[in-house]
């Protein structure tokens, strides 16, 4: 038995050579590992990655001894029953700290309420948003040659910024199997019974030209392919869209074998890659033109397999409004059977997925469906909407939340009315302080509405990854410096002033008075809070334009250390306030020290239960006005 040295969480993989010739050996053939290693013993999957090549990629959980056989579904000596093995190292303290990836897979913590790597090191996603990250639009190269933000940056130049920004998290939508910059219309349905679409695809031009209704305007759609082609060959099996529609059971590894290298480098510097496995406007096609479900099934296993040994979230769908679109919950048929036949992912990686508002309202809880290990708001921007991280934080089944879609700086933001209707679509604009306290309000009012998994942040032309001509007014490299990208990361150093204590927070914005003054819809005048349950440790943000709150709810005559936190700079202000709450158990927070919006954080000083027997209680004001509800005498 052949043993390689590894450390823990390097990804080891097997390569395995058929000796029979298969006619589709996608969908014809299965291959497995038994893998058995201290206080691990599971099969582990692998995938076919072109010719007559399969791989099988795994990893080490605990150092040690590891050990496998493969198998597989069909009878091959090249494939099955081939035993192997590796032994694991432990990685120093000093390595982790240059690689938090090396501290093993995102997990939920035992309470279920937040995230850490694998070693209980605490991990709050700072994520920026590159959903075309495996097309051409991330320009891979062998060499390290550095380039300044411009249009010879390469991927490995952006991956550099970001790091130096505080970024650990990329998010991506691994494949647009129909959309091609081909002269066809970006929206392309087909009229049969389900109005299926083929594609609703980013159009190739600039967002507000995007918004603007022309019925006379032919815009096509993006490229998304690489170096390997499409995810998919064609031609496709609908009659008559078989060059728009590929052949979902015929996969390309080339395309996915050009995207490891990105995964795998992003690893290398300490990013979790968030991995979507398709937009959802071309699901119609997938449901009633193949063979539903196992057709999307066999497809997210491939990726689960391909990159269970990453560092990595995965999620099944991009299910960001229901537009063009089969529904939320028919997608759990697929998913569900993907953990039936195969499992849950191996080595503990996380499930999620992109969300219409709320993915416990789209996808259901435990129950509903079973593959959801983290639940996700997004798309929805404004503080209308973050309370549905509270939803999510009090489910009786907890898991992990992130907001997925913020509010991207620069990008549009659309309004809904009291009755779900869309009235307004808000423009972004990345230079101004504005757009800014969006931005922050976004990320600072989901956090402490229970998101305590952090944030995948994102910034207008980043998200789509502008580079052509016709995709104004910015590029992906301008975006590199957007005034707001410096400042994403705050929010993580705020939460984690305390250490881990942030885990055991409860959200409680009503903890502060007024919190909801602003207006019902946007980003101005309410207040969040999230506290211990013992409510020892308070953390709060205010958005500009909250009327100096009371923080209520507390034991009377506690005395509170009350300190401000700058998230434009990320800085705590030197001085802080020693206030007691009154006997109501209430006390009025400092004035902000400016009139923009402010974090903060309030820790109890003192440890014995404090009573006051000579206070004056209530205390009268030095001019009572006495007002009286008058009956109307007309009846």
Not at 70 to 97: C, H, M, N, Q, R
Not at 439 to 453: A, D, H, P, Q, T
Not at 467 to 482: A, S
Request: aromatic share 14%; with cysteine.
């Amino acid at each position: 038995m052949k043993e390689s040295v590894i450390h823990m969480w390097d990804v080891h993989e097997i390569t395995l050579h058929s000796v029979n010739t298969y006619n589709n050996p996608y969908t014809d053939v299965t291959v497995w590992a038994d893998l058995k290693g201290p206080g691990f013993d599971k099969r582990v999957y692998g995938f076919w990655d072109g010719d007559n090549v399969w791989k099988i990629r795994m990893t080490a959980t605990a150092p040690g001894a590891w050990t496998y056989t493969t198998g597989s579904s069909v009878p091959d000596v090249g494939l099955a029953g081939i035993s192997g093995g590796y032994f694991a190292l432990e990685w120093t303290e000093e390595e982790k700290e240059e690689n938090p990836c090396r501290r093993g897979i995102i997990r939920a913590t035992e309470n279920g309420h937040a995230m850490e790597y694998a070693d209980g090191t605490p991990y709050v996603m700072v994520g920026d948003t590159w959903w075309p990250l495996a097309t051409y639009r991330f320009p891979w190269t062998e060499d390290d040659v550095h380039h300044e933000p411009g249009p010879d940056m390469t991927l490995k130049d952006m991956i550099r910024i970001r790091k130096s920004q505080g970024y650990n998290c990329i998010g991506t939508i691994v494949a647009y199997p129909t959309w091609a910059k081909d002269g066809k219309p970006y929206t392309i349905t087909i009229p049969d019974e389900h109005d299926t679409c083929v594609r609703n695809a980013w159009a190739v031009c600039g967002v507000e030209d995007w918004f603007k209704k022309d019925p006379g305007r032919v815009i096509t759609a993006r490229d998304m392919h690489n170096e390997g082609g499409r995810p998919f060959f064609f031609p496709g099996k609908i009659k008559g869209y078989e060059d728009l529609v590929p052949d979902y059971d015929r996969i390309n590894p080339a395309y996915f074998q050009a995207f490891d290298k990105k995964v795998n480098y992003l690893n290398a510097n300490g990013f979790t890659v968030f991995m979507e496995a398709l937009r959802r406007d071309s699901s119609k096609t997938w449901k009633y033109y193949y063979d539903w479900p196992m057709v999307y099934t066999r497809y997210i296993q491939y990726l689960s397999a391909r990159y269970q040994a990453n560092n990595t979230i995965f999620s099944p769908i991009h299910f960001d409004v229901k537009s063009y679109t089969i529904d939320a919950r028919e997608f759990n048929e697929p998913i569900d059977l993907m953990i039936d036949l195969y499992g849950a992912p191996p080595f503990g990686t996380l499930l999620g997925t992109n969300a219409p508002g709320s993915t416990k309202t789209a996808f259901g809880s435990l129950g509903e469906q079973k593959w959801k290990t983290m639940d996700q708001t997004g798309n929805f921007r404004d503080h209308e909407h973050y309370w549905l991280m509270e939803d999510i934080f009090e489910d009786e089944h907890p898991v992990p939340a992130i907001n997925g879609e913020p509010y991207y700086s620069g990008h549009v933001a659309i309004m809904t009315n009291n009755k779900g209707e869309l009235v307004e679509n808000i423009f972004g604009n990345v230079d101004s302080p504005e757009d800014h306290m969006n931005f922050r309000s976004s990320l600072y009012g989901s956090l402490l509405s229970g998101g305590f998994g952090g944030n995948l942040a994102g910034f207008e032309a980043g998200w789509s990854a502008n580079v052509e001509p016709e995709e104004n007014p910015w590029k992906i490299w301008d975006v590199m410096t957007f005034p707001a990208s410096y400042q994403t990361r705050y929010y993580r150093d705020f939460i984690l002033s305390e250490g881990k204590r942030y885990q055991d927070l409860i959200p409680e914005p009503d903890l502060l008075f007024p919190c909801k003054a602003g207006a019902p819809t946007g980003w101005r005048g309410w207040a969040y809070a999230a506290a211990t349950k013992e409510r020892d440790l308070i953390f709060g943000y205010l958005e500009k334009d909250c009327p100096q709150p009371r923080l209520r709810g507390l034991r009377p005559y506690d005395i509170y250390e009350i300190t401000f936190f700058d998230p434009r700079t990320g800085k705590w202000m030197e001085n802080s306030f020693r206030l007691e709450a009154n006997h109501f158990g209430s006390l009025l927070l400092p004035e902000t020290p400016d009139e923009f919006d402010w974090a903060f954080k309030a820790k109890k000083v003192n440890q014995e239960q404090r009573v006051d027997t000579q206070g004056p209680g209530l205390v009268r004001g030095s001019d009572v006005t006495f007002t009286f509800i008058q009956t109307d005498s007309t009846k």
